[in-house]
């Protein structure tokens, strides 16, 4: 099982990114975004469960961050507008069988791509 996460950079406040996260190996139950910016916690930004399709966005980034899935290329996307400083970190795909109450904890998930850097500069 691979996940290859992309599409990181250096962005100004207030564009967008829009990162991916192709897996490879089989297809899981859930897939997930987490970040962790210097000296934090990984937090949970966002996931997307195949039951029902459902997307769980975290309140700290609703309304700016969505996800998307392309089933047929096993890609998740996270697509990120209005970009603060804060959201400056190391983004992490992640994919695995969580139940639903982890959803948006990193014990949920099996399997970690490699990250990749997004900064904001304001």
């Known amino acids: 099982v691979q996940l290859q996460a992309s599409g990181g950079g250096l962005v100004q406040a207030g564009g967008s990114l829009r990162l991916s996260c192709a897996a490879s190996?089989?297809?899981?139950?859930?897939y997930g975004w987490f970040r962790q910016a210097p000296g934090e916690e990984r937090e949970f930004v966002g996931a997307?469960?195949?039951?029902?399709?459902?997307?769980y966005i975290a309140d700290s980034v609703k309304g700016r961050f969505t996800i998307s899935r392309d089933n047929a290329k096993n890609t998740l996307y996270l697509e990120m507008n209005s970009l603060k400083p804060e959201d400056t970190a190391v983004y992490y795909c992640a994919a695995g069988d969580p139940i639903l109450s982890s959803i948006s904890t990193w014990e949920g998930y099996r399997y970690w791509g490699q990250g990749t850097l997004v900064t904001v500069s304001s």
């Open positions: 190996g089989r297809t899981f139950g859930g």
């Open positions: 997307f469960r195949r039951m029902g399709s459902r997307i």
